[in-house]
């Protein structure tokens, strides 16, 4: 057993907390058939992650960018009927973690419009002390997780970042936070996880609580 003294733990969003990247793929796929008159492929929108939906929207379709970005927002909101849920066992994750005083943040390379519907149909907000959403000019998490430690006044090895994707990995061993890596989602192809180094890879949220319960030392109260 590793006894870790972590102050913080952040997550990403989508395929971390709930199960929210086919919600993404499907509100993509409608706007940009709205306003481009082309149907992308899920492949195709999931190359386009990195900038927010304001980035990608201004990149394809300049024009009309922001009408495409409520047209994506309204179904990003009706979509989310299919997921109404966190992942099973996240609340209780989060409350674990909360009881030990460690902060709670996100970092995601969504926008906040959606960032704010995910959290409100997941109803997760509560449990966060602070929620840094991506840019339009491309995939800056390594930036967000400073900027977000650096608020707390923090040191990067006293915080942790979960995260689904190999670029969530490798924007915290960037910055030198703990890499967690979250596997347990359907979309998350655990390989490529592996393959870029992360500290731990967790099959599913149960062993992310078990992990909690068995390394983190309590800090006290969460501020």
Same mark, same amino acid.
């Given at each position: 057993m590793v006894t870790l003294r972590l102050k913080a733990v952040l997550f990403d969003l989508d395929g971390t907390l709930g199960d929210t990247i086919p919600v993404c793929w499907a509100a993509f796929r409608a706007a940009l058939e709205e306003h481009q008159g082309r149907r992308y492929s899920d492949a195709e929108i999931t190359a386009m992650f990195g900038p927010s939906e304001e980035g990608v929207f201004q990149r394809l379709v300049?024009?009309?960018?922001?009408?495409?970005?409520?047209?994506?927002?309204?179904?990003?909101?009706?979509e989310h009927d299919r997921c109404p849920a966190p992942f099973p066992g996240i609340e209780r994750a989060l409350r674990s973690l909360r009881s030990r005083g460690v902060r709670l943040g996100i970092v995601t390379g969504k926008g906040p419009g959606s960032a704010e519907i995910s959290l409100r149909r997941l109803g997760l907000g509560g449990y966060?002390?602070?929620?840094?959403?991506?840019?339009?000019?491309?995939a800056v998490k390594a930036t967000l997780?400073?900027?977000?430690?650096?608020?707390?006044?923090? +040191?990067?090895? &006293? #915080?942790?970042?979960?995260?689904?994707?190999?670029?969530?990995?490798?924007?915290?061993? =960037?910055?030198? *936070?703990?890499?967690?890596?979250?596997?347990?989602?359907?979309? +998350?192809?655990? &390989? #490529?996880?592996?393959?870029?180094?992360?500290?731990?890879?967790?099959?599913?949220?149960? =062993?992310?609580? *078990?992990?909690i319960e068995a390394n983190l030392e309590s800090i006290g109260t969460a501020v």
């Open positions: 300049p024009d009309r960018w922001q009408a495409c970005l409520q047209s994506f927002l309204a179904a990003y909101e009706r966060f002390d602070a929620v840094e959403t991506g840019s339009p000019e491309g997780i400073r900027r977000l430690l650096g608020r707390w006044s923090l +040191a990067p090895e &006293e #915080a942790a970042y979960v995260g689904d994707h190999p670029s969530d990995i490798r924007a915290a061993r =960037e910055v030198g *936070a703990l890499p967690l890596a979250a596997a347990w989602a359907t979309t +998350a192809d655990s &390989e #490529a996880l592996r393959s870029c180094g992360p500290a731990w890879v967790f099959g599913t949220v149960e =062993e992310l609580s *078990a992990w």
